[in-house]
């Protein structure tokens, strides 16, 4: 049943991939995520990291490298969830551009640069996500620092699928825009490098510019008679308790 479901939701991202426009010979979407959870090695810290970060962001300049990374340290996790420091969260434009990137790096950059990263910390497997963005925004990402993202774990309700989550979410949209809230939103579909055995079907992101916006978005969301989210998302996926991370991005591919 799990590799049916799977099945059918990596179709849908191949779908969505097949659907695609061209510009200025480039594919569009969707998007493609990496996660790695990254654990400091003694006497190491942040500030021995983002000195590497810097030596790699001109490498991949000079490459030309389309791939923008993040890291996500967390905030409000579970107890089982602090055995890593930081996540690294990269991302890609499409898959076309992801392949690219990794080519490169294990031509070349695995050998100049990997080796600095792991004097620094010592990260996981790569999971790969296919990345289907329900709400976008316009914030300034070469600004925006320590805000946060949330990720949850959902599984589909019975008799449910992706096209309902959609148009599900569609609806949601329009709350948002009443309300005020700028959220990004999106929803990851696993690829490769994924646990096997797990008891979710996608996970699902959430993002604010700031900690006050994420604070007046749950403010409105526990008001009396607030039945949105329940009433739309709610009645698609069934998603355990978020998992909210600081984020910083350590660069920009888009530049």
């Known amino acids: 049943m799990k590799n049916l479901l799977f099945t059918t939701l990596f179709s849908f ?20 995520v990496e996660m790695l959870a990254c654990s400091f090695n003694d006497g190491k810290s942040a500030n ?8 790699w962001d001109k490498w991949a300049d000079r490459k030309g490298l389309n791939y923008s990374a993040w890291s996500m340290t967390p905030f409000a996790v ?10 690294w969260f990269g991302f890609s434009s499409n898959f076309e551009t992801y392949g690219n990137t990794m080519e490169n790096w294990i031509q070349e950059g695995e050998q100049a640069i990997g080796i600095k990263f792991n004097e620094v910390a010592t990260c996981s497997p790569r999971s790969i996500f296919a990345a289907l963005p329900v709400r976008q925004v316009d914030w300034d990402q070469d600004t925006t620092k320590n805000n946060p ?17 959609m148009k599900a979410a ?3 949209n329009k709350y948002i825009e009443t309300a005020g809230a700028d959220p990004l939103i999106a929803i990851f579909v696993p690829d490769s490098g994924n646990e096997l055995d797990v008891d979710w079907d996608i996970k699902v992101g959430a993002g604010w510019s700031n900690y006050e916006e994420m604070g007046k978005a749950r403010q409105a969301g526990y008001q009396p008679g607030n039945t949105a989210l329940q009433d739309t998302w709610g ?11 600081t984020t910083n991005l350590l660069r920009n591919g888009d530049e």
């Open 235 to 245: 009645k698609v996926l069934d998603c355990d308790s978020p998992r909210v991370y």
């Open 13 to 32: 991202a191949l779908l969505s991939a097949s659907s695609i426009v061209y510009a200025d010979d480039q594919p569009v979407g969707p998007a493609v």
């Open 170 to 172: 569609g609806e949601f």
């Open 78 to 87: 579970s107890q089982g969830m602090l055995s890593f420091d930081y996540i």
């Open 48 to 55: 021995d990291l983002n000195k590497v970060v810097k030596d």
């Open 149 to 165: 993202f949330q990720l949850s774990n959902c599984k589909f309700r019975d008799g449910k699928n992706m096209a309902d989550l």
